[in-house]
């Protein structure tokens, strides 16, 4: 999901070694970092200057080309989805279609959590 490189490096120098899109950022701390890209087919594609703009480029990414979750990450950008960007369709999934069709469980299971204990903070 994300790679880093010298403070020194730029954007356009990231070099991705992956096929599935990545966001990349330059220096040690992703969340200080001014310069990330997010990596298409091992090609730097998309620049921005901070974290949040690359993970929201990264994320969708997914749906402007159609690409189906990593595997190892899957749950990660599927928990994006749901909670943070309000997409949540009762069938499919962007997951690798060598898993069962619904949502994650896990990711279900958790925003209904964070759902009820939100619900308990309301006046």
């Not at 310069?35 to 298409?40: D, L, S, W």
Request: charged share 25%; hydrophobic share 35%; aromatic share 12%.
């Amino acid at each position: 999901m994300d790679m880093n490189y010298k403070e020194t490096a730029r954007s356009s120098d990231f070099d991705c070694d992956t096929d599935s899109p990545v966001l990349a950022y330059a220096g040690d701390n992703p969340f200080l970092s001014a310069k990330c890209a997010v990596c298409i087919e091992r090609n730097p594609l998309l620049h921005c200057s901070d974290l949040l703009k690359g993970l929201q480029m990264w994320f969708v990414v997914f749906y402007v080309f159609n690409l189906q979750y990593p595997p190892n990450i899957a749950a990660t950008p599927e928990f994006m989805q749901r909670l943070l960007f309000k997409i949540r369709p009762e069938r499919g999934s962007k997951r690798s279609s060598n898993t069962k069709g619904g949502p994650n469980n896990k990711v279900v299971q958790l925003c209904t959590k964070l759902k009820d204990f939100e619900e308990m903070w309301v006046v």
